[in-house]
Structures are given as structure tokens and as C-alpha cells.
């Protein structure tokens, strides 16, 4: 930013509280802002002179004061002008505009995800730990969290305005957004995607805190059982373990840190697996077969739900060697209690 | 003319004697009489001027739900209607306002009265399909009324799929269907005035001679013929899923909801230059006959013109930027909208210099035009906002999207329309409307449309987003402040039809030319003649040959006694 | 200086109006090609109006490319094929029905005119035979669609079709609402043609069209035309996905 900060600060505070102004509350919201500033004064210029061109010209040349009209052609220079000198400034807009998109939907690679399952009409944020909230976010300060959001039904799209973010939020795949949170406060979260009767009842409260006290609320708030580890039950119930044992004659890949790794298939395309495509191949396994396995995968739309999907997603994330597969195996087949590993929060 | 114009007053304003002048006894609306001669019309004129009834009609139908609207969002809470009540009070108004109102706006009432004249010919190349558009247009609105009574239709004017296909139980189809037809009524009158331009200009008329309001018509004539029908297919499969579930747009079962998204807006992007640009045309005439010259630059603005419909075809997906495109795409897209904003720029420019050493006059016309350009600047300047990607993230379906497409539909277009309602008064009717009092209308108009819709930008900014029927109690003031707005526009919009009304029976009459402007139009009767021209002329001068008018004047006052 | 007026061309060249002349048109000339300007502007529209469909299939073959090829293979070549060839020959016979306009032979003109509908007719009616296929073996889309032939090809005594996994075959339903949209699109365009070719060759044999007044014929040859030419386009991309004649 080259404008004195505290110039900025004081503009921004004072318009914040005249409620004129969204508060500044994450990184890039600074950056929202001086571009946005940067279009108003556009603006205000374009106005100023288109407004004093008609102003200036009608007195002085109203009528009274100048009875014949002198008959002007054109001139190619004058257009000239005003096609280059707008295009010109349209042109930085588009570039500045296109680096904070840019900057906006690349999350950092070490962001903390968070996913979001939006449906008619209520927010449902599902944190790592296992932690389940309904119309509210609880984020730590200072820290890159990605969001990772679906819907269950129709278009919807998820704001956040105080930290100038913003991303709808379809069925069918995931879309995601990132930011990092500057100052503790609440604030508002909408839903800007018009989904039906009770669209503006479809806000909430996003709660920035301090590091501390998000693993406070983090301990206090979970279910007992981590994504994950909800994962893990699925992967037993819905008989994914059947195939994807881990043992080298099994119908199934290993799973097992296929999770950011390159894949081919059997069509010989090359795949990043992530989150979207771990989905896709639950729901689609036809088009998702890796080389060397037959398309004998059944699909599993219709029989599970978003959720169940994202734990199902996060518990692959989470296998790093065949132990937890294994466990599984054991698991479904007996009624103990899963094992957990350290990191995981205990039931 | 029998009296000789007053060279330094404050109007070009000339009328004939009222004490002897008469409305010209044969015109076209003399010309046949009873309804079934207006109902099976083939004349231009009447079938304008059956349209000119029909979307006033729907015009203040819609402008009711936009005060109900803004009546419900004077309080945060949902009170004065239930939700659902409120969603389809949005979507009425949004389809009302788009389809039946601002996309035949201009083109259908004044383009089609003017179009033939302009070119000095004596109707336009198909009338019968002229009234069928009419026709079309009607079974439209009809249509929509009955999904209105019906119970109306909550799925907001876009009909975001699987929204408006799986989710809701409202008259979606019937409302699709209304808008099919109205698309064909559309279509058809983009179509005559193609053949009508390309065909049927008179003896002389070339391409740069005709007036930028034919240019303009032409630019938004295409894309009427290109967009509009992939609305319609669009509908139809809209349609076609919701009554047999197939899964074009349902992700479950293999479709795609962004499918449609392309395919809607691939129309409705365009269709935003179908509204603006017969209402750029409009001004061109208005700002050239009030300075008494030539448009700065005819060229660049006829070619401005093409140039927005072209590259009007190009930037749909800026409507989709948070959507889930790819990053990449939305690169192309934002690049191209960039694009289409230059040559609006280039109008404005050109309309400002065409003052610069004119002899101006501030009749109501003029005033309009004045109140376009400064908010069409505005609303045009806020487009470059949303089309810079990143600034869309913020803005994008919140406030700030309502009030940018209001600056540019109604402080835009919509003025745009009443400056030609004005300006072309004398000539559909024979007489001149109240000036004092249509100034005041205008002024009116112009400051609630601002106390209306520039607090929304700051609501945009804030984050309230759009089709909310409840909203946070912080944002209530700049709430308040619009609603007040609004009550002045409506204001502003109610004493036209009042006194338009009341000019019919009571207005001056008018005379061939009362504004002393060039252009075919005002070389004939006012009304016109059924044929509009006892002759076709030929045409052997340029447009807005204000030399050649002071030169025939300065010839009659010689011949005078 | 003044703007002259044309003299009106009735006094001028005692030009004798035909009947048919509307009269905000200088001359029959330029009504003529108004009129036909006119339709091919129509039939651009026309172009848009299926390009939306072509869009959805382009893009949904794109993606489930098994689902379309054997689903296309469920189409009958033959059938189609023999469309294909009525549907050219009735544009032959429409061709034939403008020269007879032109050269006004009203005889000519009404037995043309009667064979292209009746052709058209045929290719209705073919398409009628295959809707009813479909509709037997329920690959209407909707709630009755059936995909086990696709799963399960050999249970249907099926040998040279590999068999889909289930979530595959049900992207066969998209296939035939495409199908059924693009080619019903077709024939409505068609049945619409029909109706006019009625009203037309009645308008034919009172002798409208054989002195000289050819535009109505010659502009729904254009439109005719079109719709032929708009199944050439429907018949390869729907009938013949991945078809391996020779072997």
C-alpha cells in the first residue's frame, strides 16, 4: 500500500463506523479495498468530466449566448484520445482485478480446511477435528483456512464480507476460497446466491479468535469423533474395504497416500488426486479407473450424502500406510472400538 | 410556419399560430376507424402505438412490485409479506421490467413509428409479421399475468437451474413459456428492421446518411436475431426438465446446472445491449436537435454501435466469475468486458463534444438526455467495477450488482425512452405536452432515481446481498433512504402518464416541425399520413444537415407577404 | 438547396402492379428480395435456436463418450439411413416444385409440391416407428427408463457391445433426451413444413404461384431446405457414434 496507513486506517475506521464501510478483518481485504478505491476515483473522474464537459458547454454555449451552431464533423484525434486513454485505464483495471482473483481462489498450500455444505437453508461447517456447526464458523486468527464447500441441493454462494471473500457453492462439485482472518470479532456471513424461500435466512456468524482460543473452542466443541474418523466407519459399513484392503491381490488400489499423488488412469490421462477427485471417483468410478484395475466399482450416488462423502474424503486424506485400512478390516469385523491415532482428538 | 423564429430566445421551440393551426384532418389515426381496423393493422404507426399502450401497462404493473419491494425493505424484518410472497415479488418485477418493458421499450413503440420514415419508407418491409410481433408480445404478457394470478413465480428472472427445475413448485413453466413467446415477438421485429434497412431505404439514402437512431437499431436489431433464440431453447429445455426430470442440468444424474448458466446468459448478456442501444439512438437524435448540429463524430458513433453488439456476444460468462469457471476462462472473460466498455465511452465522448459550439436549449428532451449521460456514466463506470475479477468477488450478488444494472436500465434506458416519448410527441400525436410540467417530471425522476439507487452502492459494498427479504438492522438507514428515493421516482414516473394523457386532448398543436430538426420525420404532417410520404423523397443531403434547415427556413421568412 | 421527390413509378413507366404487390414496396423486386433477405435471416435464427442443443450434446458426449456410443448403437441405421434418403429426395422434389414456379407450370408445380409432402410425410412416419421402438423398450427417458441392456448386454442376447458400469449406463438417459429433443425439435419443424406444404399446394392448384409469383414458393424451399439440411447434421452425430461397419 503506498497511501500513508494511517491515513488508511483512519479512512477505513471512520467510514466503518459511520456504517458506511465493511470492517477490514482479513489480509486481502486491504487489497479489495485499495482497488476499489482505485475504481472509485476512476469513477468520480469520469463523472467530474463528463459532468463539467455538459455543464461547461451549456453555458456556454446555450443559446441565448450562441445563437448559430458551428458544424463540427469530427476528429480523429479526439477519438483517438478518448478510445485509447479509457482503454488504457479498463486494461490496469483488468490486470489488478485478475491478480487478486488469482490471489483469492489459489489457496496457500498449508491452509487449514474447512468444509462447508450449504443447503436450503442453513450453513453446515465441518472442521477436521469433527467439530459441526450450523450457521456459524469458528476460525483462528492469523491463520490461512481454505474452505471447501458443496452444496446439497441448489446454487447457493458463500460470503463473507468483512473479509472480501465470496464463492458460490454448487451441487455436483466442490468449490473453494481461502483467507486468513486479521482481527477477532464476529462477523456476518450470507448466503448471496437466491436459493429458494428462506434465502435471507440463510446467514450466520463467522467467530475469528486467537489461536489459544480456538483450540479452547476446538476441544469443547467436538462431537467425539474426528472427520476422519467418521470416514473410517463409512469406508467398514459401506463395504469399501471389501476391495481397497491394501493387499496386493485386492480389487481395489491401495489407498494408501494416494492422497496429492499423481494417478494414470486406464484412458492413460494423469490425475492430481484431491478432494474433488476422490469425490468424483466415489460417485463416478467409471471414468475415474486406475491403470491396471477393471471397472468393477460400483457407483455410490444416491447412498451416501455430502458428508458422508467429506468424511469419507477426509479419512483417505488421513492413510499413510495400510495399518488404518487393515483396522478396518478388523473393526467391521468385530465390535471393538477403532483404535485412534495420536493426533486425533479422543472420544 | 408563420411566425419567424426568435434568434436569442432560450428555446428553438416553433409552433404555428394556436389560434388557427388544426391537427392535420387525414392522418393515421383518422385514416380507418374502429377497433378492428387498430386490431388488424398493418400500418407501423398504429401498431407502435398499440405497443406503446401495452408496455405502459406492464410498465406500471412491474413498477408496482417495485414498490412493494422497496415498501417491505423499509423494515429489517420480513414483515409486511411472507417470504415467499417476496420472492415472487422480485421475480414479477425482474421479468415484467425486462421482457415486456425495457426490451421493446424503444424499439417497438418509437423504432417501429420511426424506423420507415427515417429511411423514407413507407412502412416496414413485412407489417403483417409487425403485428404479429404486437401479437406475440401479448400472449407474453398474457402469459405472465396468468402465472401471476396463478400464484405467481419465485425463481428471480434467472432462472437458476436446479433451483427453478427441481425445487420449486411454482408456475415456472407457464412463466418460461410466456417469455418463449415474447422472445419470438422480439426476434420478428429485429428481423423487420433488418430486411427494412438493408431493403428499403429511399433513393439517395445511403448507409452513413441515415440517423444513428437507425444505426443503433440495426447494431440492437442483430442481436435481438442472434441472442434471443437460444433464450428460447433454453426455456424449452428448462421446461422439458422440470416436467420429465431428464438431467441436462442435475448433477445427480449426470447434468450440469452450469450448463444452463452458459446458455441463459449467452442470451442475456446480449440482451442488455438490445435495451441500451435504441435508447443510445434516442439520444443521439435528442442531443444533435438541442444543439442544433451534428453529432461529433457520426462514424465512430455508428460504428460504436455495431461494435457493442459484436462484442456484446463474447462476454456472458462475467456473470459467472464466482461460479466455478475456470480461473483461466474468466481471464478471457474479464479481458473482453474490459473491451465492450470502450466503445460506450466513446458515445458519451462524442455526445459531450457534439455541445461544444452548438446553440443549446434545455428543452424536456434535452433534460433526459443530460440525466442519461451523467448515470449511464455512472452505471457504465460500475460495470468496469464488476468486470475487474477480483473486485467481482466482493460486489457480486450483492447491492452493488442492483444498483449498477438500475443506473444503467433506468436511469439509462429508461430515461432514454421518455427523452423519445418527449421528442417524438408532436410528431405521433399532432401535439406538444406541458413543458413546465415535464420539466419538473424530469428533475423529479432524476433525483429520487439518485436518493434510490446510490445508497445501494454503499449496501453492495457493505455486503447486504441481493433478493433478501431480510437483512441485518445495520443496514437499515441506507434502506430507508432508498425507499424514500423510490417513493420520488414513482412520483417522477406517474405525472407523464398524466399529462401525456392530458396533451392528447389539450396539448398545442404541434405542427410539422416544432424542434426545427432535420431528419425525415419532420418533413412530413404531424400525425403522418397512413403512407407517410405523398412522395418518396430522394435523399441527395447528409444526416443533421442543420445548414440545409437554416438555409429552407431563411427561404420561407424571405417568402413570407 | 431543396430535396427533390421521386415521381411515383405508376405515372412514370405505367408499371402494371401484380396482384400480389404490396404497396409499401417501390417495386415487386424489392418485395421479392425483402422476402427472401427476410427468411434466410429466419433461418439464421433458426441456426441459434438448434445451437443450443448441439452445445448440450457437444458437451455431454464429451463427457460420457461410452454412454453415447452405445446408445447410439441402439439406433437403427437403416432406419435412419432410408430418412436420410426420403428426407434429400423430398428436397430434390421441392427443388423441382421452384423451377416448375418459375418456368409456371402449375401442373408440374402441384405434383412436386404433393411429393415433397409426401415424402415428408414418410420420414414422419419412419420416426413415428422409431419413438414406438423406444418407447417398448423403455428408453424414454424419465421414470421408466431402463438401463439393464446396458449393464447387462448378453442377458438381452446383445454380443457386440461391451456392458457399462451402472453409473456409466445411466448417462445413456442423457443420450436419448437429446435424442428425443433434437430430433423432435426436427420434426415439429417438419410437421409445421408439412402444413404449409398443404395450404401451398392448394394455393398451387388455383393457380396463385404460376404467373409469376414465385416467392412463396421459393422462400419455404429455403426454409424446407433448412430442415433437411438440419438433419444431415442430427443423422451422423446421433445414428452413427462410433458404428464399425467392416467389422
Not at chain 1, 293 to 303: C, E, H, K
Not at chain 2, 54 to 62: A, E, K, N, R, W
Not at chain 2, 180 to 188: D, E, K, P, T, Y
Not at chain 2, 463 to 481: D, K, W
Request: charged share 10%; hydrophobic share 50%.
Amino acid at each position: 500500500m503506498h497511501i500513508s496507513p494511517v491515513l488508511w486506517q483512519f479512512l477505513i475506521k471512520w467510514l466503518h463506523a459511520s456504517a458506511l464501510f465493511p470492517a477490514e478483518a482479513s489480509t486481502i481485504a486491504p487489497w479489495m479495498d485499495a482497488l476499489y478505491f482505485f475504481l472509485l476515483l476512476l469513477t468520480v473522474i469520469g463523472l467530474v468530466l463528463v459532468g463539467s464537459l455538459i455543464f461547461g458547454f451549456s453555458l456556454c454555449y446555450r443559446r441565448s449566448r450562441n445563437p448559430v451552431a458551428t458544424q463540427v464533423e469530427g476528429s480523429t484525434l479526439m477519438e483517438a484520445t478518448w478510445t485509447i486513454i479509457p482503454l488504457a485505464l479498463f486494461l490496469v483495471c483488468f490486470v489488478w482485478g485478475a491478480l487478486l482473483y488469482f490471489r483469492i481462489y489459489n489457496p496457500p498450500a498449508n491452509s487449514m480446511n474447512i468444509y462447508i455444505v450449504g443447503k436450503q437453508w442453513m450453513w453446515k461447517a465441518e472442521h477436521p477435528g469433527g467439530q459441526h456447526e450450523i450457521n456459524s464458523l469458528h476460525v483462528p486468527i492469523g491463520r490461512p483456512i481454505q474452505l471447501t464447500m458443496i452444496s446439497q441441493d441448489v446454487f447457493h454462494s458463500f460470503s463473507i464480507p468483512d473479509f472480501r471473500v465470496k464463492r458460490e457453492v454448487i451441487p455436483g462439485r466442490y468449490t473453494t476460497v481461502w483467507f486468513n482472518a486479521t482481527d477477532v470479532g464476529t462477523y456476518h456471513l450470507y448466503c448471496t446466491q437466491y436459493c429458494g424461500t428462506q434465502h435471507s435466512g440463510m446467514i450466520g456468524e463467522v467467530t475469528a479468535m486467537t489461536p489459544a482460543d480456538y483450540e479452547k473452542w476446538a476441544q469443547q466443541s467436538t462431537s467425539g469423533m474426528s472427520l476422519a474418523q467418521n470416514g473410517e466407519r463409512l469406508f467398514a459399513s459401506m463395504g469399501c474395504n471389501a476391495c481397497h484392503n491394501g493387499a496386493a491381490t485386492a480389487r481395489g488400489p491401495n489407498l494408501a497416500g494416494v492422497y496429492g499423488s499423481k494417478l494414470t488412469l486406464t484412458n492413460g490421462s494423469e490425475v492430481l488426486v484431491n478432494e474433488a477427485y476422490l469425490r468424483d471417483a466415489i460417485l463416478n468410478p467409471s471414468q475415474h479407473v486406475t491403470a491396471g484395475f477393471a471397472p468393477i466399482m460400483p457407483t455410490y450416488q444416491g447412498q451416501i450424502s455430502e458428508d458422508g462423502l467429506i468424511d469419507l474424503v477426509e479419512y483417505i486424506k488421513t492413510l499413510q500406510t495400510n495399518y488404518r485400512v487393515q483396522q478396518t478390516q478388523v473393526t467391521s469385523q468385530s465390535n471393538q472400538a477403532a483404535p485412534t491415532t495420536p493426533e486425533m482428538v479422543k472420544p | 410556419m408563420s411566425t419567424a423564429p426568435n434568434a436569442i430566445s432560450n428555446t428553438i421551440v416553433l409552433l404555428p399560430d394556436q389560434a388557427t393551426a388544426t391537427i392535420p384532418k387525414k392522418n393515421y389515426i383518422t385514416a380507418e376507424h374502429g377497433l378492428l381496423s387498430w386490431l388488424l393493422t398493418g400500418d407501423h404507426k398504429r401498431i407502435a402505438m398499440l405497443y406503446l399502450i401495452s408496455i405502459t401497462f406492464f410498465f406500471f404493473i412491474g413498477g408496482a412490485f417495485a414498490g412493494m419491494i422497496r415498501l417491505e425493505l423499509l423494515t429489517p424484518q420480513p414483515d409486511l409479506v411472507s417470504s415467499d410472497t417476496y420472492n415472487k415479488f422480485f421475480t414479477m418485477h425482474g421479468i415484467i421490467m425486462v421482457f415486456l418493458f425495457l426490451v421493446p421499450s424503444v424499439p417497438a413503440t418509437i423504432g417501429n413509428f420511426l424506423m420507415p420514415i427515417m429511411l423514407g419508407a413507407r412502412d416496414l418491409a413485412f407489417p403483417k409479421i409487425n403485428l404479429l410481433s404486437w401479437y406475440l408480445y401479448l400472449v407474453g404478457g398474457v402469459l405472465t399475468l396468468a402465472a401471476l394470478v396463478l400464484g405467481g413465480v419465485d425463481t428471480g428472472w434467472t432462472f437458476t437451474t436446479p433451483l427453478s427445475t427441481h425445487y420449486l413448485n411454482t408456475h415456472v413453466i407457464t412463466a418460461a413459456m410466456a417469455i418463449f413467446v415474447a422472445g419470438f415477438s422480439s426476434i420478428f421485429t429485429g428481423l423487420n428492421f433488418i430486411v427494412t434497412i438493408h431493403r428499403m431505404r429511399a433513393p439517395g439514402m445511403t448507409w452513413f446518411r441515415m440517423p444513428l437512431f437507425v444505426w443503433s437499431h440495426y447494431a440492437a436489431s442483430i442481436l435481438m436475431v442472434l441472442g434471443t433464440p437460444v433464450l428460447a431453447i433454453t426455456l424449452v429445455l428448462v421446461a422439458l426438465e422440470r416436467a420429465f426430470g431428464i438431467g441436462v442440468f442435475d448433477p445427480t444424474k449426470g447434468g450440469d446446472p452450469l450448463l444452463f448458466q452458459h446458455l441463459f446468459w449467452f442470451y442475456s448478456h446480449p440482451a442488455v445491449y438490445i435495451m441500451i442501444l435504441p435508447g443510445m439512438g434516442v439520444i443521439s437524435e435528442v442531443i444533435s436537435t438541442f444543439s442544433r448540429k451534428r453529432v461529433f463524430g457520426y462514424t465512430a458513433v455508428a460504428f460504436s454501435s455495431v461494435a457493442i453488439a459484436l462484442f456484446g456476444f463474447f462476454v456472458w460468462a462475467h456473470h459467472m466469475f464466482i461460479m466455478g469457471v475456470s480461473n483461466y476462462s474468466a481471464l478471457v472473460f474479464s479481458l473482453l468486458t474490459m473491451l465492450v466498455a470502450v466503445p460506450s465511452a466513446i458515445k458519451i465522448f462524442n455526445w459531450a463534444f457534439t455541445l461544444h459550439k452548438g446553440s443549446i436549449t434545455f428543452e424536456t428532451p434535452m433534460l433526459y438526455a443530460f440525466g442519461f449521460m451523467g448515470l449511464f456514466t455512472i452505471g457504465g463506470l460500475t460495470g468496469v467495477f464488476l468486470g475487474s475479477l477480483g473486485m467481482d468477488i466482493h460486489l457480486t450478488e450483492t447491492y452493488f450488482i442492483v444498483a449498477h444494472f438500475h443506473f444503467v436500465m433506468v436511469g439509462g434506458m429508461l430515461m432514454a425512452f421518455l427523452a423519445g416519448v418527449h421528442f417524438w410527441w408532436p410528431k405521433m400525436t399532432g401535439r406538444m405536452y406541458p413543458e413546465s410540467l415535464s420539466k419538473l417530471a424530469a428533475v423529479t425522476t432524476f433525483i429520487g432515481f439518485n436518493l434510490t439507487f446510490l445508497p445501494q452502492f454503499i449496501l453492495g459494498y457493505l455486503g447486504m446481498p441481493r433478493r433478501y427479504h431480510a437483512y441485518p438492522p445495520e443496514f437499515q438507514v441506507l434502506n430507508v433512504l432508498s425507499t424514500a428515493g423510490a417513493t420520488v421516482l414513482g412520483i417522477g414516473y406517474m405525472l407523464p402518464l398524466l399529462y401525456l394523457g392530458w396533451s392528447l386532448k389539450y396539448g398545442e398543436i404541434a405542427g410539422n416541425n416544432p424542434w426545427q430538426a432535420t431528419g425525415l420525420e419532420w418533413q412530413i404532417q404531424s400525425p403522418p399520413l397512413t403512407e407517410n410520404f405523398t412522395e418518396i423523397p430522394i435523399v441527395d443531403y447528409e444526416a443533421y444537415d442543420y445548414e440545409w434547415l437554416e438555409k429552407k427556413q431563411k427561404e420561407q421568412v424571405t417568402t413570407v407577404g | 438547396m431543396p430535396h427533390e421527390t421521386a415521381v411515383h413509378e405508376h405515372e412514370e413507366h405505367g408499371h402494371v402492379f401484380v396482384p400480389q404487390h404490396r404497396h409499401h414496396f417501390e417495386t415487386e423486386e424489392q418485395q421479392r428480395e425483402a422476402g427472401s433477405f427476410g427468411m434466410w435471416l429466419f433461418l439464421l435464427t433458426e441456426i441459434m435456436f438448434f445451437g443450443g442443443l448441439f452445445f448440450a450434446y457437444l458437451l455431454f458426449r464429451n463427457w460420457y463418450y461410452p454412454a453415447f456410443a452405445v446408445a447410439s448403437n441402439q439406433l437403427s441405421v437403416p432406419l435412419g439411413g432410408a430418412n436420410t434418403a426420403i428426407l434429400i429426395t423430398s428436397g430434390f422434389f421441392m427443388a423441382l416444385g421452384v423451377w416448375a414456379a418459375e418456368v409456371r407450370k402449375r401442373n408440374i408445380l402441384v405434383i412436386t409440391l404433393i411429393l415433397t409432402t409426401l415424402f415428408g410425410v414418410a420420414f414422419l412416419g419412419i420416426k413415428y416407428v422409431e419413438y414406438h421402438e423406444k418407447w417398448e423398450k423403455h428408453h424414454i427417458p424419465g421414470a421408466h427408463f431402463d438401463v439393464s441392456e446396458f449393464v447387462n448386454p448378453a442377458a438381452h442376447g446383445i454380443t457386440d457391445e461391451q456392458p457399462l458400469s451402472p453409473d456409466m449406463a445411466q448417462h445413456t438417459q442423457i443420450f436419448f433426451f437429446l435424442y428425443f429433443a433434437m430430433t423432435g425439435m426436427h420434426a415439429l419443424h417438419m410437421i409445421i413444413g408439412v402444413g404449409l406444404l398443404f395450404w401451398l399446394t392448394w394455393r398451387a392448384y388455383r393457380g396463385e404461384f404460376s404467373s409469376g409469383y414465385v416467392a412463396p414458393i421459393e422462400n419455404f424451399g429455403l426454409y424446407w431446405h433448412f430442415v433437411d439440411i438440419v438433419w444431415l447434421f442430427l443423422f451422423p452425430l446421433l445414428y452413427l457414434i462410433n458404428r464399425h461397419p467392416l467389422h
